[in-house]
């Protein structure tokens, strides 16, 4: 059974850091890219950062480029998030993804993802 288990989630402070992280068990991902969403309250589930099976190409939403900082580990099947200067917009449930189809990029759009993890909660509160 595939699974995508998130973690690293919380409740912090704007301009405070998060790192979050992503364990896949069930399947090997190390040839598909992988990629982060996020669902704010009353919300879309929005793309936020893509990796490609080798980290060579990375893409981020425009509103966290600078910020936030995707890296994933083949040999472990785990995939992070960096997030720095964390913003109260940045509240959301993070989900990690994996798309099978092919380019770098196809795991950007929601209808290609074909495995979706449980999500975490990201709260940026003062």
């Known amino acids: 059974q595939v699974q995508l288990v998130e973690s690293g989630g919380g409740l912090v402070q704007p301009g405070a850091s998060l790192r979050l992280s992503c364990a896949a068990s069930?399947?090997?991902?190390?040839?598909?890219?992988m990629g982060w969403f996020r669902q704010a309250p009353g919300k879309e589930r929005e793309f936020v950062a893509a990796?490609?099976?080798?980290?060579?190409?990375?893409d981020y939403t425009g509103s966290v480029q600078g910020r936030f900082t995707i890296s994933r580990d083949n040999a472990k099947n785990a995939l992070y998030l960096q997030m720095d200067s964390l913003r109260p917009e940045d509240t959301a449930i993070y989900y990690c993804?994996?798309?099978?189809?092919?380019?770098?990029?196809?795991?950007?759009?929601?209808?290609?993802?074909?495995?979706w993890g449980l999500g975490t909660q990201v709260t940026v509160s003062s």
């Open positions: 993804a994996v798309s099978t189809r092919v380019g770098p990029y196809a795991v950007k759009y929601l209808t290609n993802i074909d495995y």
């Open positions: 990796i490609s099976w080798n980290s060579i190409y990375t």
């Open positions: 069930g399947r090997t991902f190390s040839s598909y890219a």
